[in-house]
């Protein structure tokens, strides 16, 4: 869905699956600043919303969700996973209970898939599903703002930040009120930073969770009875992720950032060397200059000095081998 925002002064859309929203507004880093700061907001209005209404709306989810919802708290935000029968990861939700409707955002244009899914697993349980996202935008606050919510918004209340449910046609007006926007691009900047992975970016068709330090935040691991728990349990139990997400300082002195998907390769083993992971996400961060995300061998030794394409790379870790 295209965001009215796009007719903002300096907008410049974004591409890929972001499109839809602004990149940025002409100043890549002066917007990262602002919401480091705590002030601005971002337009995600691209990305999906499920809402799941009824009794057993959480009694249920909590049989889906790889995270513990079953007592969740009205107003309490979390983030859940959808695994397939092997555990790897299908879907990623961002929800929150607002006492009679639980609200979730998930990837743009994922919300049918999920969806169907949700609905194939609904069987005698009182529980709707419905797709809010023609009547409803996602807006994120950084934390720190003064920003009135509207009443009775839905609000996903984060370390991060707010994430507001906010009635679609309202978008405007709010922008009009919340100060500066800020493009995705400043809004992912900020996500490679905190080491917060993202579905479709950080993962790929063989992604467990374990890989990408969602244990914990996104996966209870003292619940069972959803889909693909076996694998969660028996890695986390028994086993080692074969991946470990790693964060990677970029060399400053290269104009090109390397896409996702480059190969990443141990620098000692020169231009030839073996394929050992990829690059998941690059930015350009406003304070720690180029930095990325990348999926690489658990065996890699942590202090390895790494190769991103033809850019040297020094890795932090994020998830211990």
Same mark, same amino acid.
């Given at each position: 869905?295209?965001?009215p925002?796009?007719?903002?002064?300096?907008?410049?859309p974004?591409e890929?699956v972001?499109?839809g929203?602004?990149?940025?507004?002409?100043d890549?880093f002066?917007e990262?600043?602002?919401l480091?700061?705590?002030?601005?907001?971002?337009?995600?209005?691209?990305r999906?919303?499920v809402?799941?209404?009824?009794?057993?709306r959480?009694s249920w989810?909590?049989?889906l969700?790889t995270q513990?919802?079953s007592?969740?708290?009205?107003?309490?935000?979390?983030?859940a996973?959808?695994?397939?029968?092997?555990?790897h990861?299908?879907?990623?939700?961002?929800?929150?209970?607002?006492?009679t409707?639980?609200?979730?955002?998930v990837?743009p244009?994922s919300?049918e898939?999920l969806i169907a899914?949700?609905?194939?697993?609904?069987f005698?349980?009182?529980v709707?599903?419905?797709?809010?996202t023609p009547?409803?935008a996602v807006v994120?606050?950084?934390?720190?703002?003064i920003?009135?919510?509207?009443?009775g918004?839905?609000?996903?209340?984060? %370390?991060?930040g707010r994430d507001? *449910? $906010?009635?679609?046609d309202e978008? =405007?007006?709010?922008?009009?009120?919340? !100060?500066?926007?800020a493009?995705i691009?400043a809004?992912e900047?900020l996500r490679?930073?905190?080491?917060?992975p993202?579905l479709g970016f950080?993962?790929?068709?063989?992604?467990i969770?374990?890989e990408?330090?969602?244990?914990g935040?996104?996966?209870?691991?003292?619940?069972?009875?959803?889909r693909?728990?076996e694998?969660?349990?028996?890695v986390?139990?028994?086993g080692? %992720?074969?991946?470990r997400?790693? *964060? $990677?300082?970029?060399?400053?002195? =290269?104009?090109?950032l390397?896409p996702n !998907?480059?190969?990443v390769?141990?620098?000692d083993?020169g231009?030839?060397?073996?394929k050992?992971?990829?690059?998941?996400?690059?930015?350009?961060?406003?304070e720690?200059?180029?930095?990325?995300?990348?999926?690489v061998?658990?065996n890699?030794p942590?202090d390895?000095r790494?190769?991103?394409?033809d850019?040297?790379?020094?890795?932090?870790?994020v998830?211990?081998?």
């Open positions: 869905m295209k965001s925002l796009l007719a903002l002064p300096g907008a410049v974004a890929g972001d499109e929203v602004a990149a940025h507004y002409g890549l002066r990262q600043r602002a480091a700061e705590g002030t601005g907001f971002v337009d995600l209005s691209h999906g919303v809402a799941v209404t009824g009794d057993d959480l989810l909590h049989l969700l513990h919802v007592d969740l708290p009205t107003g309490e935000a979390t983030e996973l959808i695994l397939s029968a092997n555990g990861i299908e879907h990623a939700l961002y929800l929150v209970d607002d006492g409707t639980v609200w979730a955002h990837e244009g919300q898939a899914y949700l609905e194939s697993m609904k005698f349980y009182r709707e599903v419905a797709d809010r009547d409803t994120h606050v950084p934390a720190g703002s920003t009135e919510v509207p009443e918004v839905a609000v996903r209340e984060t %370390p991060y507001l *449910f $906010l009635p679609r978008l =405007e007006a709010f922008a009009d009120r919340a !100060g500066p926007p493009g691009l809004h900047a490679v930073e905190r080491h917060r993202r950080e993962t790929d068709h063989r992604t969770p374990h990408l330090g969602w244990i935040t996104a996966v209870h691991l003292q619940k069972g009875c959803y693909g728990q694998t969660v349990a028996r986390h139990n028994l080692k %992720p074969p991946r997400l790693v *964060f $990677l300082h970029l060399d400053g002195s =290269e104009v090109h390397p !998907g480059a190969e390769r141990l620098a083993d231009p030839d060397g073996r050992i992971g990829f690059v998941t996400t690059s930015v350009r961060h406003h720690l200059g180029p930095v990325a995300l990348a999926l061998k658990r890699v942590v390895a790494l190769m991103a394409e850019t040297a790379a020094a890795q932090e870790t998830v211990e081998p």
